[in-house]
């Protein structure tokens, strides 16, 4: 008998200690929680993703000012050799003593592919190194590349040449008012402005005045006057 109790105890015990080590089952998730969740780690991510793509150096934006510049189909990726030029030029990097326009072109030809007309930002810097060299040639390597981004990080194209209107006495008399006869007189008052259709066409005066009066309006005024 004592063994058959001790054998009844042992498998209670086993069988406790197997409930025991069960997890209880897990509460049905509400599957709005869960999208909503989703969607915010989502976005949290993206949203993060964008700050990092959108923080532009401020080379890398004079960079793509200057790429996007006299070109409509640009996309700022990528840059040609005029303005290339242009930037050296503009951003002072061109101080016609260490670095010439020559050497400008030269360190470009060398940067490009062979197939390339143009240079990418990452081969940008590697012209701009290049350049540092000749440009900052009492500076170490490093510093003379810091003193040549400083002189480009936050420019942008400067316009220049911009078209002035030309004034000639042929083009003046042509265009004075003043000077106009018959019809073509009649289209513009005293000080030259058009009068637009009243002059050119005869409009019907409905006021009741006589055509041509001069003191249209002033009755009412002269009556009150002399009240």
Request: net charge positive.
């Given at each position: 008998m004592p063994s058959v109790e001790n054998s009844t105890m042992a498998d209670s015990k086993t069988k406790s200690a197997k409930s025991a080590n069960k997890t209880p089952p897990k509460s049905p998730a509400d599957p709005v929680k869960e999208k909503a969740?989703?969607?915010?780690s989502c976005e949290s991510n993206s949203s993060h993703e964008g700050a990092v793509a959108g923080e532009l150096s401020a080379l890398e934006e004079a960079f793509r000012k200057f790429a996007i510049h006299g070109d409509t189909r640009a996309t700022g990726k990528e840059m040609h050799g005029k303005?290339?030029?242009?930037l050296c030029k503009d951003c002072h990097v061109i101080d016609g003593k260490n670095v010439t326009i020559t050497d400008v072109d030269i360190v470009f030809s060398k940067i490009?592919?062979?197939?390339?007309?143009?240079i990418t930002f990452e081969q940008f810097k590697e012209a701009l190194q290049e350049l540092s060299k000749k440009r900052f040639k009492d500076k170490n390597d490093e510093e003379a590349v810091q003193e040549i981004h400083k002189l480009i990080e936050g420019k942008a194209p400067v316009i220049s040449g911009v078209t002035k209107?030309?004034?000639s006495p042929t083009v003046s008399r042509l265009t004075d008012t003043?000077?106009?006869?018959?019809?073509h007189k009649e289209r513009f008052d005293p000080s030259g402005k058009g009068k637009g259709k009243a002059g050119r066409e005869d409009?019907?005066?409905?006021s009741g005045y006589v055509s041509g009066y001069k003191h249209a309006g002033t009755y009412d005024h002269k009556v009150?006057?002399?009240k």
């Open positions: 969740a989703k969607r915010l303005n290339w030029s242009k490009k592919g062979k197939s390339s007309r143009t209107a030309i004034s003043t000077k106009f006869t018959g019809s409009l019907v005066d409905s009150q006057g002399s």
